[in-house]
Structures are given as structure tokens and as C-alpha cells.
């Protein structure tokens, strides 16, 4: 039963991919802007669950509140502070400020505190269970029942809230929601909040999961998160945790194949695939460029 | 009549700087250290003005420019170091080659737009990068080695070409189109431009420049690893284009003189060189979206003869 191995380590690493795809997807979808500095949030939620764990002795789920409380204040922090200006500004202008915030908060980080890998603590107990012949450990099926219970969370928001209702009609339409007597600002800076959250949730379950954080460790996720979101079709919520899933089991697939080393560029192949053949992504309707 | 005589003043005036630096070069007053950095402030020109071709002229934002870079160190160290044939062959070879591969990249990606189009290069860029890695043939990880034979004779010709070529290009009529291209591109499109072959032809330009640097930076150093063509060399490049502003040449290439010297002096620090970075990066794209220079040239400022009359207008 290899591949019902191979399948459940998908997932896991899929579910932390849907996690920061949420952020990215959340936020493109509303101010279409690619946050690259989202993957360097997802970095800093890594680390506040490490001291959290293990230097104020806090467990695992406390831990993980706290990434989340940490990461939210700092993403509504970022988007104040420089994305806020440039909502008219050009697309390149936005995209090269984020990438500067990105490269800003990384090597803020290794000032700090150099750049060396820190390993991450034990908090969930490493039992596994086998289950037709797999086995499956304690922290996949942890890292899976959080990741759901997180994305449930995020649908109510979304779809049963005022709060989801507004960002909704921003999404659709700045002008129009403005209009309609929505604040727009304080519901881009909820969005930033929300997405920054799962963001540093995803974080810690990573450090969990890989044993392994370093300033840098952002990067390559966040890229591949982003390319989860366009997967699934980007500004659509489901569509981000489905492409998280497949890109995930997708790397497994691949790296269990003897491919390991090429594991990073089957993500960027899907990527252009996508690009090529069905821009608006798995889920996505197909929309006219207006003139 | 005039530009061109413009034009022969400024290729002498190169021409004597070069001939100023190569004579304290070859009288050992300037050594290796300040050789070796008027070679790498060669290197980062080419970079520089070959993406400003691509994001400031043609407006197509590619942030995997280190991919070509790659591709032209790679495949000249091949040819000279493991085939024996002679350096201006194989600098010639990887640019070509880089080309082909800027050809292969643009052809699909270039039908994207804005951030789509520049997620697609920064994932070609790694993609070719991850080539490398799983290459046994060029040392993989590990690295390859490669005979030092870059000399400021070769880099120095290899920027004159470049800017001869770039800012010939933007001056001609398929530079024009390409400045349609980025002002506005469903109106270029109307007005009977092909949009995509525009696109196509800087793309493949600034590749084949790229890969040019590409050979030369190979050759500056011993060993060349895949880790050198990564996500930040990509950055290092833009930053040049971003600082000079979206538009000029000039602009990037003081960028790029400055930027080389600046990191040269922080090489002791390099994390604080990246803060410094980012930061300048951050504060410019906040107050002038445009750049630094936004699309004025240096020639702008300092005209050589007409003065009097007041602006190029009817010229």
C-alpha cells in the first residue's frame, strides 16, 4: 500500500500549501496584488511558534494561536504601511514594493539572528497508526484536522459574516462597494488579517511537520502556494485548497518516482501549464479583458 | 547627420576611458581587486540594460532574467572549458543559445500578462536553474570548473556592443513599436502593430544579451554553481532596472555602477546589504513608481550642441 503512503503525505503537504495559497488568494482576489511577502509572514509565524514552544513552554495549540494573533497585526502592518499607498500606482510598481517588503523581512530576520536552521520541537507525541497497511502519523492527521477546522472557519467568515459579505463586494467591485457604504480600507486590512493568520497557522504546522526552520524557508513555499492559488483559479477560495492538495500530492508523486531533486520544478511546470492552457485556473470562469 | 556625429563622440569617449583603464591595468597601478571590480560593474551593465530592454522599453515584466544568465554562463564554460574552443566563440555561443532559450521561454509565457507573465518567468528561470542542478555533466550542486579568462578588454567590448546594439534598437522603428507596445498594448494592437513578435524579438534580445554576461561572469570565477542563478540574482538584476527607472538607459546603468560598488563595500555585511536594498527599493517604488531617472536619459540633461535651439523637437 505504498501509494495510500505516498497519498497521505501528500496531503499533509498539500494542506499546508492550501493554507498559504488562502492568503495569497484572499488578497489577490481583492487588490490583485501578488503578497510576495506572504511566504516571509508564513517564515515569521514559524518562528513565533518555536519560541513560543520552546522557550515559554506554551503547547501546541496556545502556539499556534498566538502565530496567528502575531501574523495578523504584522500583515495588517505591511499592507498600512506599503501597499496602502500604491492602490493606483501601476501593477509593477505593487509587485516590485511587495517583493522588497519580501526581501526586507527576510534578511531583517537573519540580522537578528543569523541565518542558521533552528530545529523545531516535539509537541505532538510521534505515534502512528496503520491503517491498510500505511502508516499514518499523529501530526499528519493534526496538521490535516487543523488545516480543515481552519479552512471551515474561513468559509463561514466568508460566506455567513458581514465582514465575508463586504469583502466579497470588494472583490467584485471596488468603486461599486465604496459606493454601497462599505469601508473599504478597514475590509482590506480584514482580509490582510485573515490571509496573514493562516499564513503563520500554516508556519508552525510546517515547523511541526519538517522538524526544520530558517529565515529563507519562506520563499519556496510561498512561491508554490501562489502557484496553488493560480491552480485552482486564483480569488477563489475552494480553488486555492484544491490546488494546494494536488500540488502537494503531485510533489509526493514525484519525488517518491526517484525524482527528488526535480520535485521543486514539477511546481513551476504545472505553473506554466496552467498559465498556458487554462488561465483562469481548475475553477475559474473564463472573463473578457475590458478595453 | 547630427545624431550620428553625437553618436562617434560618445563611442571615442568610451573608447578613451578604456584605453585609460586598460593602460593603468597593464601598468599595475589599479591590481586585481579594482580590475576584477570594473569587470563585475561590466557584467551587472549588461544585465542591466539587457532587462531594461525587456521591462522598460517593451513593458513585458520578467523577473527570471538570472535563468538566461545561467544558460549563457553554462553553455560558454562548456564550450571553452571542456571543449577546448576559444573564449569569443563561446561567449558568442552561449549568447546565442541563451537567445534560443529566451525564444522558447517567451513564445508561450509572453501571451501573459503583468504578474501572471512574471510568476511564469521566475518559475522558468528556476526551472532551468533545477536543469543545472540534476546535469551531471556540469558538476551539478557542486559546481563546475571553468578557466579564468574574462579580461576588462572583453567585458569593455562586450558593454559597448550591448548599448550600441540596445539603444540602436530603441531609437529604430522596432523600438518604437515596442514603446507603443508598453504605453498601451490592445491600442498597438489596433493601430497594426504585431504585439506578439515585438514582445517575442525584445525578449529574445535581451536573452541573448544575458547570456552574453552570462559568459563572461563564468569566466570571471573559477567555479560557477546552480546556486548563483538563483531567485536573488534575479532580484539583484531588476533592482538595477527598478532604481534607474522603468524606461531608462542611462538610468540603469548608473544604477548598476552604483548598486555594484555599494554591494562591494557591504560584501562584509551581507545581510545588511540586503536591508539597505530593500529598503531603497521600497522607499523609490512608494514616493517615484517611475525610478529614479522615471524615463529620462542622462543625455536629457548634459546636450551636446544644441542648446540654442531649444529642444529636439523638429530635429
Not at chain 2, 538584476?237 to 552604483?258: C, R
Request: with cysteine.
Amino acid at each position: 500500500m505504498e501509494w495510500l503512503q505516498q497519498l497521505v503525505n501528500g496531503i499533509s503537504l498539500g494542506s499546508i500549501y492550501a493554507l498559504i495559497a488562502l492568503g495569497y488568494t484572499m488578497v489577490y482576489g481583492i487588490i490583485k496584488l501578488i503578497n510576495f511577502a506572504h511566504g516571509d509572514v508564513f517564515m515569521i509565524g514559524a518562528f513565533i511558534g518555536f519560541f513560543a514552544i520552546s522557550r515559554w513552554g506554551f503547547g501546541f495549540f496556545p502556539a499556534l494561536f498566538l502565530a496567528m494573533v502575531v501574523c495578523a497585526i504584522i500583515g495588517v502592518f505591511i499592507e498600512r504601511i506599503a501597499y496602502k499607498r500604491l492602490r493606483n500606482a501601476t501593477r509593477i510598481a505593487a509587485l516590485i514594493t511587495a517583493i522588497g517588503v519580501s526581501l526586507l523581512i527576510e534578511y531583517t530576520t537573519i540580522f537578528f539572528r543569523g541565518a542558521q536552521p533552528e530545529a523545531y520541537p516535539d509537541v505532538i507525541s510521534n505515534k502512528s497508526f496503520h491503517f491498510l497497511g500505511a502508516q499514518i502519523s499523529m501530526q499528519s492527521i493534526m496538521i490535516l484536522s487543523v488545516s480543515i477546522a481552519l479552512m471551515i472557519i474561513l468559509q463561514f467568515v466568508v460566506h455567513k459574516t458581514k465582514i465575508g459579505k463586504a469583502m466579497r463586494a470588494v472583490s467584485y467591485d471596488v468603486e461599486a462597494a465604496r459606493l454601497m457604504g462599505i469601508n473599504v480600507d478597514n475590509t482590506i486590512s480584514v482580509t490582510f488579517a485573515i490571509g496573514s493568520a493562516l499564513a503563520g497557522a500554516a508556519g508552525v504546522i510546517f515547523g511541526v511537520y519538517y522538524t526544520k526552520i530558517d529565515p529563507l524557508m519562506g520563499i519556496i513555499p510561498g512561491v508554490k502556494a501562489f502557484v496553488a492559488a493560480v491552480l485552482g483559479g486564483i480569488g477563489i477560495i475552494p480553488g486555492a485548497m484544491a490546488g494546494g492538495m494536488v500540488l502537494g500530492v503531485v510533489e509526493t508523486v514525484v519525488s517518491a518516482l526517484g525524482f527528488s531533486l526535480w520535485r521543486d520544478a514539477a511546481a513551476f511546470v504545472i505553473l506554466i501549464l496552467i498559465l498556458i492552457f487554462r488561465p483562469s485556473g481548475i475553477f475559474g470562469k473564463n472573463t473578457r479583458e475590458k478595453v | 547627420m547630427k545624431k550620428s556625429k553625437v553618436f562617434w563622440i560618445y563611442v571615442a569617449i568610451a573608447l578613451v576611458f578604456y584605453a585609460v583603464v586598460q593602460f593603468l591595468i597593464s601598468s599595475e597601478q589599479l591590481d586585481m581587486y579594482y580590475s576584477n571590480l570594473f569587470i563585475t560593474i561590466a557584467i551587472n551593465i549588461i544585465l542591466a540594460v539587457s532587462l531594461h530592454l525587456v521591462i522598460g522599453i517593451t513593458g513585458q515584466f520578467s523577473i527570471g532574467h538570472a535563468g538566461f544568465l545561467a544558460v549563457g554562463a553554462y553553455v560558454s564554460a562548456i564550450f571553452t572549458t571542456n571543449l577546448g574552443w576559444p573564449f569569443p566563440v563561446g561567449l558568442l555561443i552561449g549568447a546565442i543559445v541563451a537567445a534560443l532559450a529566451g525564444l522558447i521561454v517567451g513564445i508561450p509565457t509572453l501571451r501573459l500578462k503583468g504578474d501572471y507573465l512574471a510568476i511564469a518567468t521566475l518559475g522558468f528561470a528556476e526551472i532551468i536553474r533545477i536543469i543545472f542542478l540534476n546535469i551531471d555533466y556540469v558538476g551539478g550542486a557542486a559546481g563546475m570548473q571553468v578557466n579564468y579568462m574574462t579580461t576588462w578588454t572583453y567585458a569593455f567590448f562586450a558593454v559597448l556592443i550591448t548599448i550600441i546594439v540596445i539603444s540602436n534598437f530603441t531609437n529604430s522603428r522596432h523600438g518604437r513599436a515596442c514603446i507603443a507596445v508598453r504605453e498601451d498594448e490592445i491600442a498597438a494592437d489596433a493601430m497594426g502593430i504585431n504585439t506578439t513578435y515585438y514582445k517575442v524579438l525584445a525578449f529574445a534580445i535581451g536573452s541573448f544579451f544575458a547570456g552574453l554576461a552570462g559568459g563572461l561572469f563564468s569566466h570571471n570565477f573559477f567555479i560557477i554553481q546552480p546556486s548563483q542563478f538563483g531567485f536573488l540574482k534575479s532580484f539583484d538584476i531588476l533592482i538595477y532596472v527598478v532604481l534607474g527607472g522603468l524606461g531608462s538607459l542611462s538610468g540603469s546603468i548608473i544604477a548598476a555602477i552604483f548598486l555594484t560598488v555599494i554591494s562591494l563595500y557591504l560584501q562584509d555585511f551581507p545581510e545588511t546589504r540586503m536591508i539597505i536594498y530593500s529598503l531603497v527599493l521600497i522607499i523609490v517604488m512608494l514616493y517615484r513608481p517611475s525610478g529614479l531617472m522615471g524615463t529620462k536619459e542622462i543625455t536629457d540633461i548634459f546636450k551636446f550642441g544644441n542648446k540654442s535651439k531649444g529642444g529636439n523637437v523638429n530635429e
